[in-house]
């Protein structure tokens, strides 16, 4: 009975049902090998060596198909169509075969599908072969770079600008967009300029709106007119005058599709229509490719089977009519440049299933699922048909003339389904419906007015727009936006707010850092480049050591000549590259390098563990600091005001914004200070709420049997403590609310304390009630519940807790639901990263 392994349990139940009792499926969660996250697993002196491990939660994984092993004849390799899918089925089989749990007459077969449907694993079962070596080979000339850049480059970082994190290889050179659009919007200029638009009537009494493009017999450009005076000239023009419609032409328009979803286009649509970040709509791609409805989600590929345009073809014409049918189906050509690693579209696996009909419970997959099968729809649907209507209106001296635009549709097509959404949308005046006009007839004017506008900077990325501008620029692939996307974020090089990415000051300082001492390999061509090489490796027409070899050679040299400077050296050329944003010209015309708050020192650039910041250069005598975005950027340090001589501070430091009493001197070097609590927003922070704060701990009062009771906030919140005269440490007791420090009273914290003492090993969160009881586990026993924790409801099955997905409602979820949640996170105990494998980079 062959031994199948695929990556996922959910997987491994999908296909153990079409294939029947006859196979064994087991998965191998994920990855089953790593390099050890230390220094000389890849080996640049002895032809790139890799010392590869098995992860301790993946032995039991690998034992248990070695097991199976025993009493079968046959291994079939069953993991995902892609590079790294090809890559985990390599290191099983060499795992296999380093254990002895592979014989010599063992036959090692490979099977790929491209949708888990019963024909599709049907059919691939009937056509297995051998491992992909070159793709295998590109896998590890990835990982290889990847683990070359972070243990080489992040030491640097390290060492040279303390609180920065690490670098990746692609990471750093998508954070570089990021920093410089932010630097372009700091630097952007708006410019004035104004339109002139009037409200027109026909003689039947219809309005209609027009645009002022021609003024005293000359065709007026965006900027013609540039202030309020040339607006309200142009005003008076139009109103001055007699208006007649000069013209009227109407086109034939048509519009066509967008093509099916390949990955990244499936993730700025995700994100336009739902808000979905990069990561959130994988996650519900995979599970919904594992259960079967749609095709494989990692893909740069436009195609679609031709059995497959048939089904979506017939599902139009049984739901819309022959008429939205083309008469011929419509071709997409694939634009992957490297066919081994091209897929067909991401499609559904039934076109006559639609959400409805599947009737998905998780909201993000039904969505998905959605907009997949309406695009699918649509992209084999008839163009859309307008007509586009352009109206000229002129007065006799044609020293004025006004332009109305607008379209009728004379037939939906694909947006009867169907429409692509825009990255930042604008109002199209061509969008707008005319009424009747006619040529040669009068034009009354109902109102004439201007209206005031300036240029705009460009909009700050959204994951979306960020994405679609690494695919135009050629870098990375599509198993890897997500992770790139969602890695800068957790390294808080960029926070995301309002669903636009904004960089933090150590995401800028890291990013001029690189641009200036290793600019070569944040540089957006040569990135683009080096991944054109390593597809060449996967389509066998490149030596993937030879790619190794060629970067290692400047890539180690760089390091070396970095590794000599001092950290004063970095900061000067910093400061030096920094200097326009860090010291931007003051408006009373002084020294924008003289310190603020002393007027002596000269501020310069300087890092912390928490990232750059500006300070005054007379430390220790002036404290002064402000973050590198500015002084009046968030953050910024102010005076609340006084209290017994002393000035009372908001500061932002390491773990958030925090109150001061004065500032450190020889003799005080370390002044009362207080964290702000959690839910105290520090714009709303006054000089009695910072007293507070200051006046904790507070004393509650005496405890019975003796010693002081008090209550503060800590780590995990408010709470009260006590320790009695044997206890070797105190008690400490936690509060419910966080008003409850200034309020508890002596009652009440008694009680609390003699709780504690009674249960001193009682964790009050894991006894809680559950939110809802689910029932037995339908595989494996064991109650399955939904409870609530510190960072929010979540699954609690056995050992494992799994956090339900953001904005999800615990009282909608159900046993299916809990059971994929288990089963994700019981995948990344064993190796995987949530429901998709890829590679852990503890360093890169």
Known sequence: M???????PAKAKTINKYLGKDYTVLASYGHVRDLPPKDGSVDPDHDFDMTWEIGADSRKHVKAIADALKDDNALILATDPDREGEAISWHLEEALRKRRALKKDTPVSRVVFNAITQSAVTEAMKNP????????????????????????????????????KSAGRVQSVCLRLI??????????????????????????????????????????DKFDIENATQAELAVQAVESRDLTVKSVEAKPASRNPAPPFMTSTLQQEASRKFGMGARQAMAAAQRLYEAGHITYMRTDGIDMAPEAVTAVRDAIGARFGAEFVPDKPRIYKNKAKNAQEAHECIRPTDMAADAEALKLKDTDQRRLYDLIWKRTLACQMESARFERTTVTVASRDEQVELRATGQ????????????????????????????????GESAAKRDVASEQHFTQPPPRYTEATLVKRMEELGIGRPSTYASIVTTIQEREYVRKEQNRLIPEDKGRIVTIFL??????????????????????????????????????????????????????QVLDVLDEALADQLYPPREDGSDPRVCPKCGVGRLHLKTSRTGGFVGCGNYPECTYTRPIAGEGAEGDERVLGEDQGDEIWLKSGRFGPYVQRGEPTPENKKPPRASLPKGWSKDEMTLEK???????????????????????FGRYGPFVMHQLPDEAKPVYANLKEQGEVFEIGMNRAVELLAEKRANPGRNRRTTAKPLKELGEHPDKGGPVNVMDGRYGPYVKWDKINATLPKDTDPEAVTMEMAVALIDEKAGKKGGSKGAKKTTRRKAG
């Open 2 to 8: 062959p031994v199948v392994v695929v990556e996922s």
């Open 179 to 220: 920093v410089e659009r932010e630097m372009e919007i700091e630097a952007f200029t708006p410019r004035e300029y104004w339109s002139v638009k009037a409200r027109l009537a026909t003689p039947r009494g219809q309005d209609y709106e027009a645009r002022l493009t021609v003024l005293a017999g000359k065709k007026l």
């Open 690 to 712: 910072a007293l507070t704060l200051l006046s904790l701990p507070r004393v509650v009062g005496e405890h019975p049997e003796g010693g002081t009771i008090s209550a503060n």
């Open 408 to 439: 009728v549709v004379l037939f939906e097509g694909f947006l009867k389904v169907y429409e692509e959404g825009r990255d930042d949308q604008v109002v199209d005046e061509d969008d707008r419906r005319l009424p009747q006009v006619m040529q």
């Open 515 to 568: 641009l200036n001492f290793f600019r070569r390999y944040v540089g957006y061509e040569f990135t683009a480049q080096l991944e054109e090489e390593l597809d060449e490796v996967s389509a066998g027409q490149r030596d993937y050591k030879a790619v190794l070899a060629q970067f290692w050679r400047d890539f180690s040299a760089a390091i070396s000549e970095t590794s000599e400077l001092r950290i004063t």
């Open 129 to 164: 072969r051998q491992i992909d070596q070159p793709l295998v080979d590109a896998y590890l000339a990835r990982r290889a770079l990847d683990y070359l850049v972070g243990f080489n480059l992040s030491p640097v970082l390290w060492r040279k600008l303390p609180g920065a």
